[in-house]
């Protein structure tokens, strides 16, 4: 890693440290983000991540002979929290924007869907039903009492605004793509956090739909981050999945690895992993609280990332609604990529999503590759397998907390019942669907409410 100067936006001096020794479990963006700025106040922090590289979600990986982000990620010029972040760390002058197109694919043919002409002219829709489904995405980013969309299902409020058959020919396939059948059980606030992103992002863009990256993708804002964490002193654990929290009659708290790693001891513990792991970790929490944190259904995404001789598609997006299709949609990298960055090559990601305890996580990489790879052929009549450089697959359990009805009122408080553990975690994302900039507000947010008093204690 190149030596970088630090940069530090936030001019206020830290305090001294109080003595406390922090620990965050999870090195997604979420910790990441936590510890930088616990340690810019002068914190002692120790990161703690199971997997062997930083990043979580968001972490990188080698695709053939190139290293590229094993989940596709775009910036949306909206997304300001994360745009800070970026010019925090330095970064600002890499970040590159570039106008991209969506298309769907449905009835076995491909369909521009990016700007309003093109909607008015999709062919599947006619004209009330194009009027019924602008008027819902309309009225959706209007709302404000988003609060009230958790009481009523998505399909439902959806079935009202836009009625029967626009849903059946575009929700429900984009729904299926966006949550497999889980959307059955997710409350309308899902869609209204999706159009509100959406469609804020445009309006910045002048209705366009700008989406931006940083130069060498993740890899530039994970490995930068890792370096400012390092410069400020905090202690990065990585390839230590944790096992076990624990708080001692010395009010310390032991973390147990699953691995060789010695057991440590610390002050104060922040878990930002996912709910599913923290029962069976956090061993002092309440039964209420085990039990509401188990209660949340999880999403989770089965996706293979191809290098391949040369693009697939002119849309960054393209939505796959038939039903014979195994992948949720093909994801184009070099609408959005210079392939000189990719090794002259594209890198095209398929993604498939399933709720955390699907078959499809049983399927060999064969048996995924093999239908997936069918699919191409069927749709793109121009791709031969002899295109493929690189195809690998990641298969993440526990991606996204869904959003099932009254979910923002089953959540336990992050300041948990056992005094000095916390869960801050994506699973609190309340008014938005999962993504970076929303990971990053969590934790900033958390800073500000129940960690405030705690991070404020100086000596
Ligand atoms: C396919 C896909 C596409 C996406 N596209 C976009 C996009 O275009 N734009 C966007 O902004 N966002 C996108 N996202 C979302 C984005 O990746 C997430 O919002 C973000 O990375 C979540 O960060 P996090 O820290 O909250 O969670 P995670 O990244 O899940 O971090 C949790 C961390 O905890 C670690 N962990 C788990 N168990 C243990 C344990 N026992 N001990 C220690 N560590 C543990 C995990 O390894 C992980 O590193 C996408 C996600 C996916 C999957």
């Given at each position: 890693m190149n030596a970088q100067t630090l940069s530090t936006p936030n001019s206020t001096p830290a305090p001294a440290s109080d003595g406390k020794k922090w620990a965050i479990v999870g090195g997604g963006m979420l910790g990441l983000t936590l510890a930088m700025r616990m340690a810019k106040q002068g914190h002692d922090v120790t990161l703690i991540e199971a997997a062997p590289v930083l990043g979580g979600l968001a972490s990188v990986w080698n695709l053939g002979d190139i290293v590229w982000d094993r989940h596709y990620h775009v910036t949306l010029l909206s997304d300001s929290r994360l745009r800070n972040l970026i010019a925090e760390i330095g970064l600002e002058d890499k970040m590159k924007w570039v106008e991209t197109k969506t298309g769907f694919y449905t009835g076995g043919k491909f369909y521009s869907m990016s700007d309003t002409k093109e909607f008015l002219s999709f062919p599947p829709l006619n004209l009330i039903e194009k009027l019924r489904l602008g008027g819902t995405i309309f009225y959706a980013s209007k709302i404000k009492n988003w609060k009230r969309l958790e009481r009523i299902t998505v399909e439902k409020w959806l079935r009202r605004w836009s009625g029967n058959s626009v849903f059946e020919k575009i929700w429900e396939p984009l729904l299926k793509c966006k949550l497999g059948e889980a959307y059955k059980k997710t409350a309308a606030s899902f869609i209204w956090a999706h159009t509100s992103r959406m469609y804020k992002a445009r309006r910045t863009g002048l209705k366009k739909e700008m989406f931006g990256y940083v130069e060498g993708g993740y890899r530039t804002i994970i490995e930068r981050m890792e370096e400012q964490l390092q410069q400020l002193g905090v202690k990065i654990k990585a390839g230590c999945p944790t096992s076990k929290v624990e708080k001692g009659t010395d009010g310390q708290f032991t973390i147990e690895f699953a691995n060789d790693e010695p057991d440590a001891k610390f002050d104060r513990v922040i878990m930002t992993t996912p709910n599913a792991i923290l029962d069976r970790v956090c061993v002092d929490l309440s039964v209420e609280e085990k039990q509401k944190f188990s209660n949340v259904s999880y999403l989770g995404i089965v996706c293979a990332s191809l290098l391949l001789k040369k693009p697939l598609s002119v849309y960054y997006v393209t939505n796959l609604t038939d039903?014979?299709?195994?992948?949720t949609a093909v994801i184009e990298m070099t609408t959005i990529v210079d392939p000189q960055e990719l090794g002259g090559n594209s890198v095209v990601y398929l993604p498939k999503y399933v709720p955390a305890e699907h078959e499809m996580f049983e399927k060999s990489d064969e048996e995924v590759k093999e239908s997936f790879l069918s699919a191409l052929e069927r749709m793109y009549p121009e791709f031969t397998r002899d295109d493929v450089l690189a195809f690998e697959i990641s298969r993440v359990r526990n991606v996204m907390a869904i959003p099932t009805l009254r979910y923002s009122e089953s959540l336990p408080e992050m300041k948990s019942s056992v005094d000095g553990l916390y869960i801050v975690n994506s699973s609190y994302i309340l008014k938005g669907n999962l993504n970076v900039n929303e990971s990053i507000t969590i934790a900033e947010d958390a800073m500000e409410t129940v960690l405030k008093s705690e991070l404020q204690t100086t000596v």
């Open positions: 039903d014979w299709v195994p992948m």
